[in-house]
């Protein structure tokens, strides 16, 4: 069984050992904003088509007469579970498009590091 490292005899870095990256550069404006669109839209968008389905589904009583008919529980049903996926999607591109973005950044920031390290 291998013995435990000791934290304490650890070999302390000096100062010019330490590599910190340096502040990211916010690049790709365009990107973050489109993935705020998109983020923006997948909310209203997934609420208003759950929305509208639901106030369709409750004028059917009316047009009918009576109590809620079938139709009405299948337009209630479809039109949450479409704004639903809708939400899910639009949600899922802008965090895509954020994912990207972080993955530049890493990339960047890990090559700084590397062109440090190699100069040094």
Do not use: C, H
């Amino acid at each position: 069984m291998p013995e435990k490292e000791d934290l304490n005899n650890m070999p302390e870095l000096k100062k010019e050992e330490i590599i910190t990256p340096s502040e990211p550069e916010k690049k790709y404006p365009a990107l973050r904003i489109i993935s705020g669109i998109y983020e923006t839209l997948a909310w209203i968008l997934g609420f208003g088509v759950a929305l509208s389905g639901l106030i369709v589904a409750g004028t059917q009583k009316k047009v009918y007469g009576g109590g809620i008919t079938s139709s009405g529980i299948i337009i209630a049903v479809v039109s949450i579970i479409v704004g639903a996926l809708l939400l899910i999607g639009l949600l899922a591109v802008a965090e895509i498009i954020k994912l990207f973005i972080d993955v530049e950044e890493n990339t960047r920031s890990t090559k700084e590091i590397l062109e440090t390290k190699i100069s040094v």
